[in-house]
């Protein structure tokens, strides 16, 4: 028998709502990022003309490669919206996944096929076939993926280069969480672009910074597509700073996996199905969807937010699945205890 689901929300009006369905990462820009932000601020009144000269060296510092290879972008969001404007014609989408590139491919009207790429239910891996690869002129790819935080091994990436002319477009925006990359590639295969984005492992979301790292030709095409000004000058202050305090994002970056893995053990021990996540959320599976719903609710009357599967941030995910951003310590605190506590109601609650 299930405990009832119903009740009234007890969610106080005092009670600080906890945001574990975005991710964002609980901690706070480095003093540098301040320091920078801040005195871009002052500077509000003009256009960013300076271009963007500085941030693309930055950025392609940090990348290994040349700034004419590189484009920064409001968000990832942005290059996702680029990318299939101009190349979305037929796409091919790996599911479970992000929902972005189907979301912004509707808009266009993409013609899309979707891969799904769970098996057994836990277990992701790309799932195109040649044909797939052939009838497509542009193919996803979501390294690790989100919402699974799976990794797709580079051979497998290389496997889809290999046999396509399509743009292949790899969503690295959990990057600064693996350090797998393919951008070394772009050399080899002209058709691979690669995104990015400042909000997850830089924690500036807020701030709206991605970017592209492709071919000269095709970054100077994606460009020409793009708003002239489309980075305010206050994210590009904050992505040329992020990226000269390397040092304080590393720690920061290492404590979250920490976390994230600390809690991970935690739910698997209360008996829930987890997978081994490599962003910056945990990733769950209950045994039913009325368990889901249930905890779901719960959480929430506590003021505890995270996303289930029918959220539409995901494409594709159909079952009893969670996803939950790691955020800080103090929050991930709050839910454990909440967690702890539903799923012993539960056990307490199953028939014998
Ligand atoms: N790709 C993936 C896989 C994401 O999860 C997100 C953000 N949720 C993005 C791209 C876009 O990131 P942003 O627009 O915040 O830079």
Known sequence: ??????????MSKDLKPIHLDYSGAGYPPSALVKKATRSALSHADCYPYEGYDK??????????????????????????ELIVT???RRMLIPTP?????????????????????LSNDISYSLNYTKADLKWA?????????NPTGSIIPKK?????????????????????????????????????????????????AGLRLGYMVSNQSRISYLKVAAQEFNVNRIARAAGIAALSSLGYYKRRIAAMKRLRDEFERF?????????????????????????????????????????????SEFTGLKGPYMR?????????????????SLMQRLSNTKPK
């Open 1 to 10: 028998m299930w405990p009832l689901a119903i009740g009234i929300n007890r």
């Open 55 to 80: 941030l693309h060296e930055k950025i392609a510092e940090y990348c290994k490669t040349e700034s004419k290879n590189v484009f920064a972008t409001n968000g990832g969001d942005e290059a996702i």
């Open 86 to 88: 101009l190349f979305g």
């Open 97 to 117: 996944t992000y929902n972005e590139y189907e979301y912004i491919g509707k808009s266009r009207n993409s013609e899309i096929r979707y891969k799904n790429c």
């Open 137 to 145: 002129t542009l193919v996803w790819i979501c390294n690790p993926n």
């Open 156 to 204: 497998d990436i290389l496997w889809v280069l290999d046999n396509t002319d399509a743009i292949v477009a790899v969503d690295e925006a959990y990057y600064e969480f693996t350090g797998n990359s393919v951008i070394d590639l772009i050399k080899r295969y002209k058709n691979l672009i690669v995104l990015r984005t400042f909000s997850k492992g830089f924690g500036l």
């Open 267 to 311: 739910a698997s021990g209360l008996g829930i199905y987890v997978f081994k996540s490599n962003g910056g959320f945990a990733f769950l599976k209950f045994k039913s969807i009325a368990e889901l719903e249930w905890i779901y609710a719960k959480l929430k009357n506590k003021g505890i937010f995270v996303f289930k599967a029918s959220d």
């Open 324 to 340: 939950i951003a790691i955020g800080n310590r103090d929050d991930l605190h709050a839910l454990k205890r909440e967690l702890k």
